[in-house]
């Protein structure tokens, strides 16, 4: 079936770095990446969402130059957390919707998760 | 008031017994998915429907449209199905999600 593979699953990173968080899809085209965060007990929060070779559409609220989203081919996705703070730490999650021979008929397939500690 | 509202919001149950969610939903939708939330975080989606009923294993998920609402059941559970269950929709043409708030779901020996 589909997958989507995120990495990393966790990292802790210093308060002023930047973090990078990959999402590939292994055997259908993600035309569509979905980027979320998740506070502990609480709902997926949609921070952006991308379409290949196109910028991506940021929700209210969410800064675009902070959580800078890239998805230049069909396959990968990227979400860079900059000039990470503490309260950035938070759990990144991805969700791609495709076309292809593997894509799910589910419609969605979401990557692992990344649970990001800023200190 | 959520667009999405689920309930329960907690559930416990021992091995064995059969579990019901339910999902209700105040917007027109072009399809509703099921999701499952594992403690580590993962997400799988379970089911993605527009009308009627699916059958995977264990899990029955159904739809009425004309009640906006939607049941997840699941027969003979186990620890194992221990999990966090969402309910989200697709509203109008919107590819984007809707999410209920979840119904965390306990299974005890």
């Known amino acids: 079936g589909a997958v989507v593979s995120q990495h990393p699953s966790w990292v802790i990173c210093k308060s002023g770095t930047s973090v990078k968080i990959e999402c590939r899809s292994l055997d259908f085209q993600a035309t569509t990446m979905f980027w979320y965060r998740q506070f502990p007990k609480q709902s997926l929060m949609l921070m952006a969402t991308?379409?290949?070779?196109?910028?991506?559409?940021?929700e209210q609220g969410v800064e675009k130059d902070k959580f800078l989203i890239n998805h230049a081919s069909l396959t990968l996705s990227t979400l860079t957390v900059t000039s990470a703070h503490p309260e950035d730490s938070s759990f990144y999650i991805c969700?791609?919707?495709?076309?292809?021979?593997?894509?799910?008929?589910?419609?969605?397939?979401f990557g692992s998760g990344t649970r990001l500690t800023v200190v | 008031k959520n667009e999405v509202e689920q309930s329960p919001q907690n559930l416990t149950a021992q091995e064995g017994e059969f579990i019901t969610i339910n999902c209700s939903y105040s917007v027109g939708i072009s399809a509703l998915h099921w999701l499952q939330q594992h403690p580590g975080g993962g997400i799988v989606s379970l089911f993605m429907l527009s009308s009627g009923k699916k059958k995977h294993g264990r899990l029955i998920a159904t739809i009425n449209i004309q009640e906006k609402h939607s049941s997840l059941h699941i027969t003979a559970s186990h620890p194992r199905d221990s999990a966090v269950y969402i309910c989200?929709?697709?509203?109008?043409?919107?590819?984007?999600?809707?999410f209920g708030t979840g119904t965390r779901l306990q299974v005890t020996l």
């Open positions: 969700s791609a919707r495709g076309i292809g021979q593997g894509a799910k008929d589910y419609g969605y397939t």
């Open positions: 991308s379409n290949e070779g196109s910028k991506a559409t940021y």
């Open positions: 989200a929709v697709n509203t109008g043409t919107a590819s984007k999600l809707t």
